[in-house]
């Protein structure tokens, strides 16, 4: 998960990318235009190419790979507004729809064209002669910032040339390395094949392609292991003086390139490894399956023995000594308990809790009801009003009910044709009933 | 490489002798790729014959690069491969053997030995031979259970040095591989080859598993067990555990240094128990066995 703190604008760019929908669809015809249009470009020296002669050209292309091909114009047209899209073809002239326009390879067109022709691998002497020019170039970075001043200077002296002229220098190594890549990968495939179709006579050419690799990678990782220790020494000088002269730039530059020369380098060994193990493998696969098999017989009769192997089935022996055992001291499990009926009863009895309630109005309403027996008769809007006096207002209404609810079980209310309706207080008015004495009063 | 050994006391007390000694005894093949110990044992061959000569093994070191503990006599412990350790084996030392191999460096993909196999032996061949079946033949039954023993198989044969299992569906060939060629690799018939092995006690007829006739038993039960509960994994699971009871019933604990270091030496148990979901040679079953039957 990117950090969104980060100052890295990579993520931004990625989103802003992928935004955009970008896409690279072509054709086998529309890549040979391309590479063709580069090739011309280059042959006669074509900054840009007139509409005539970007038609002139498909047509050219589509007369050399596929000659069977119609209407090569309408053709033509298509190709050329599929590059336009994708931005591998852009109009230079600026000149937009009034006239005819001029249009040139976009960087994007001109690399894609170069990747399929282009075969520049980086070999011993390319290598030698950029790496010198390397040297000398961040030799003249170095001279250039023991007299830089001021701020300036700096940009002029040391920030510029590293960004363009070193890191144009290091991109160029890269871009090597990376043909190299590829052109290894086709030499495995081309000792694949060579075997496949010449076996025992191909062993000679295997290992004339395997040594000559193997050399050239051995001779690349030391002029890389060797330029690498003379690179370094030079770019951590140019940092001392940045970080004397508090240049941030140009140390966060100097960073950059070392870290690109540490890339390099790092390139060259794990290559000389990487083709280190091929060579061994492929040897010995030349000298313990090739030559021991020069008719290629025994892969067929393997071949045999297998689809046969219900047959007459065999199984090789193998050793199979049982594992060392050390003795050691065992505690003995306790036996389990034995088996016996419970003692006593399987089910508790069952007891009733007392019922623990706290009723301070029901108390409350048989203290008023034994108290005013004793003295006289009462009415029940004035036992409502008395019972329910120290409670807060929003019960007091819920409370007329229970009060109610107990007077009429603890005492007879007497039966009158009348009963008025009374009011306790304000917002409670009930039907007012005169009680009796309780049945248990003994008044 | 070291220097060579003057007294077999200089064998013994070297420190890669406690790993390769259990190794071999526990069938494994010492090869190239495992550099140390290749060049340990190329160093001490002569000294080690001796000693392993009196326990009754012999110790054959091949020109492919290669060595391996022979047992003479029945006394020793000594197995033969199954079935489908033979198929497998012979599968894989054919991938050796192919020289596209060498684009990708000996190293060979799951599905690839599978189509290699299948393309060898025919599919119903080699479903038969893998995963034989009495009764209520189910195709789909049938090439799971097959890709359950492929799976199983690579571990063993990883366990004996044959090939490496790395991440993924990648498998490293190793050069011991071509004893699964021994039959044919002289000019003579292969029937006389296999009866010179025979003789040297290097192969025997059938295997351990129809000596015990599990072939039949193993595979009609584990079928059952398929159909009835869907347990393929368990029983996989039951057949790994029961295999394994013997080896590993006293693990690392308590006077069990030597076998721990035994089992890190061969670094067998480690690895996870490969389900060979991912072998999706022939076809892939869609649906579930168990669904299909009920």
């Known amino acids: 998960m990117p950090d969104p703190r980060s100052d890295d604008p990579t993520p931004a760019w990625l989103e802003a990318l992928y935004q955009q929908r970008p896409a690279i669809d072509l054709s086998p015809l529309d890549l040979c235009f391309l590479v063709s249009l580069q090739r011309r470009a280059q042959e006669q020296n074509l900054a840009a190419f ?19 091909t119609e209407q090569v ?8 507004r599929r590059l336009r899209e994708q931005r591998l073809l852009v109009r230079v002239d600026g000149a937009g729809l009034s006239r005819a326009g001029e249009f040139a390879l976009s960087r994007l067109g001109s690399s894609v064209a170069d ?15 950029l790496a010198h020019s390397l040297l000398g170039s961040l030799n003249e970075v170095l001279a250039r910032a023991q007299r830089a001043k001021r701020p300036q200077d700096w940009q002029a002296a040391v920030i510029g040339p590293l960004r363009i002229t070193a890191g144009d220098l290091i991109l160029g190594i890269e871009r090597r390395q990376r043909g190299l890549d590829i052109r290894q990968e086709g030499f495995q495939r081309e000792i694949s094949h060579w075997l496949e179709t010449d076996w025992f006579g191909a062993i000679d050419r295997c290992r004339e392609l395997l040594d000559g690799t193997a050399g050239t990678l051995r001779q690349l990782h030391e002029l890389l292991l060797r330029y690498t220790h003379q690179f370094q020494n030079v770019l951590q000088d140019i940092l001392e003086l940045s970080c004397t002269a508090e240049q941030a730039v140009a140390e966060g530059v100097v960073h950059r390139v070392m870290g690109q020369i540490d890339r390099i380098a790092a390139w060259g060994a794990a290559r000389h490894v990487a083709w280190s193990e091929y060579y061994d493998h492929v040897h010995r696969y030349l000298r313990d399956v090739v030559r021991l098999d020069p008719e290629r017989a025994l892969s067929q009769r393997l071949r045999d023995q297998l689809s046969g192997h219900g047959d007459a089935p065999f199984s090789l022996t193998v050793a199979d000594a049982p594992a060392l055992r050390v003795l050691r001291t065992v505690v003995p499990v306790p036996p389990p308990a034995p088996v016996r009926r419970p003692r006593g009863e399987r089910k508790p009895t069952l007891e009733e809790a007392p019922a623990l309630v706290a009723d301070p109005l029901g108390e409350r309403v048989r203290e008023l009801l034994s108290d005013e027996h004793a003295s006289g008769s009462l009415g029940l809007s004035e036992l409502t009003a008395r019972a329910t006096a120290d409670l807060p207002p929003e019960q007091q209404f819920a409370s007329a009910g229970k009060v109610a609810e107990l007077a009429a079980r603890l005492t007879t209310p007497e039966l009158a044709r009348q009963r008025p309706w009374v009011a306790v207080r304000d917002g409670l008015v009930i039907e007012d009933w005169q009680l009796g004495r309780s049945p248990g009063g003994g008044s | 490489m070291s220097e060579p050994f003057q007294q077999i006391g200089d064998v013994v007390t070297d420190e890669s002798f406690p790993g390769v000694d259990l190794a071999l005894r526990r069938g494994r093949h010492i090869h190239k790729g495992d550099e140390r110990w290749y060049a340990f044992l190329f160093d001490a061959q002569p000294l080690l014959e001796q000693f392993y000569a009196r326990y009754g093994y012999e110790l054959i070191h091949r020109s492919d690069g290669y060595f391996f503990l022979l047992p003479a006599h029945e006394a020793l412990g000594k197995r033969q491969l199954s079935v489908a350790e033979m198929i497998v084996g012979q599968g894989l030392a054919l991938a050796y053997l192919e020289p ?30 893998l995963a034989p079946q009495k009764k209520r033949p189910d195709e789909r039954v049938a090439q799971r259970n097959a890709r359950n023993k492929v799976a199983e198989a690579l571990r063993r044969l990883e366990q004996l040095g044959f090939v490496e299992l790395l991440d993924g569906e990648q498998l490293r060939l190793a050069p011991s591989l071509l004893r699964f060629a021994e039959p044919v690799r002289g000019l003579e018939a292969p029937s006389e080859a296999l009866r010179q092995l025979l003789e040297r006690g290097e192969v025997s007829l059938g295997s ?3 000596e ?3 072939v039949e038993g193993g595979a009609e039960a584990e079928f059952d067990a398929d159909v009835a509960a869907g347990a393929g994994a368990e029983a996989e699971a ?40 991912d072998l999706d040679f022939f076809e892939e079953p869609s649906g579930s066995p168990e669904a299909d039957e009920a």
């Open chain 2, 238 to 277: 039951e057949a790994e555990l029961d295999a394994d009871v013997a080896a590993d019933a006293d693990g690392p604990g308590v006077g069990a240094g030597t076998e721990a270091e035994a089992e890190l030496a061969i670094g067998g148990d480690a690895r996870p128990l490969y389900d060979g979901s």
């Open chain 2, 208 to 210: 351990d598993e129809e």
């Open chain 2, 100 to 129: 596209s191999r060498l684009e990708k460096g000996g190293l060979l993909t799951r599905e690839e030995l599978l189509n290699q196999l299948a393309s060898a032996m025919g599919t119903d061949t080699l479903l038969r031979a």
């Open chain 1, 50 to 68: 007139a509409e005539q002669q970007l038609l002139d050209t498909f047509a050219a292309v589509c007369a050399l790979v596929a000659p069977e």
């Open chain 1, 115 to 129: 990747f399929y022709v282009e075969e520049e691998a980086l070999s011993p002497d390319n290598l030698e002669l």
């Open chain 2, 212 to 214: 015990r006739g599990e």
């Open chain 1, 73 to 80: 114009a309408a053709r033509a047209t298509h190709s050329l």
